[in-house]
């Protein structure tokens, strides 16, 4: 059974550029949360989907942006990408009956030069 | 508003026991998640606590106290693989706030 998958893993961006990153939930799972990793941080919630809609969302401009597929998996897009932009982005996926319960993904490094 | 208190740093030795405390303040409280990630790592869910009381699992236990609103993980025989940082995430109406964790270190 396949756990949370996003892609790409690594990934180098320009300022002003925009970025769009993948994740694949768990098998049963239907609920997608994304965060957001600065070193030495703890994840900081951007928003969360289900049902192909966001659901609720953290304290981030309108320039953090989404989308869940049909078959649960969802896109994260950052437009005009920042040098603060820069950080791990992890996806986590849960059911919504049990949505405290959430498995994350290895995340994508996003680096912005 | 919205807040959360853990300790920076916890250092303990092999098969020892140790407790990570955990004051939150959020709107809207459902209940409390306890997450461990190593360096380099993924986050990984360890428990979750909606109402007072201890929940055991294995050599991790959580406790949650509402009407405090505190909480705390409870790791028993350390053993050096639960050298990792410790989060723990409220969630409420603005889903799961987690904060900078607990970094334990585990010594031989």
């Known amino acids: 059974d396949a756990g949370v998958t996003q892609s790409p893993t690594h990934l180098i961006k320009t300022r002003g550029q925009q970025v769009t990153l993948r994740c694949s939930p768990k098998?049963?799972?239907?609920?997608v949360s994304w965060y957001q990793q600065a070193l030495g941080q703890g994840p900081q919630f951007i928003f969360q989907?289900?049902?192909?809609?966001?659901?609720q969302r953290g304290n981030f401009p309108d320039r953090f942006s989404g989308h869940q597929f049909p078959n649960y998996s969802s896109e994260l897009n950052v437009n005009a990408l920042l040098l603060g932009d820069s950080a791990l982005y992890l996806c986590?996926?849960?059911?919504?009956?049990?949505?405290?319960?959430?498995?994350f993904g290895p995340g994508t490094r996003l680096t912005v030069t | 508003g919205q807040s959360l208190e853990q300790p920076s740093e916890v250092t303990a030795v092999e098969g020892a026991i140790v407790q990570i405390n955990c004051t939150y303040q959020?709107?809207?409280?459902?209940?409390l998640s306890w997450y461990q990630q190593h360096d380099g790592g993924a986050p990984t869910f360890l428990s979750y606590?909606?109402?007072?009381g201890l929940e055991e699992t294995g050599r991790f236990s959580s406790f949650l106290s509402r009407s405090d609103s505190y909480g705390y993980l409870l790791l028993q025989e350390l053993q050096m693989k639960d050298s990792a940082s410790y989060f723990c995430?409220?969630?409420?109406?603005?889903?799961?706030?987690f904060g900078t964790g607990t970094r334990l270190k585990v010594l031989a």
């Open positions: 959020t709107s809207g409280f459902y209940g």
């Open positions: 986590a996926s849960s059911q919504s009956q049990k949505e405290y319960e959430q498995y």
């Open positions: 606590n909606a109402l007072d």
């Open positions: 098998s049963g799972h239907d609920t």
């Open positions: 995430a409220p969630s409420g109406t603005y889903k799961y706030i």
């Open positions: 989907y289900y049902e192909e809609e966001e659901r």
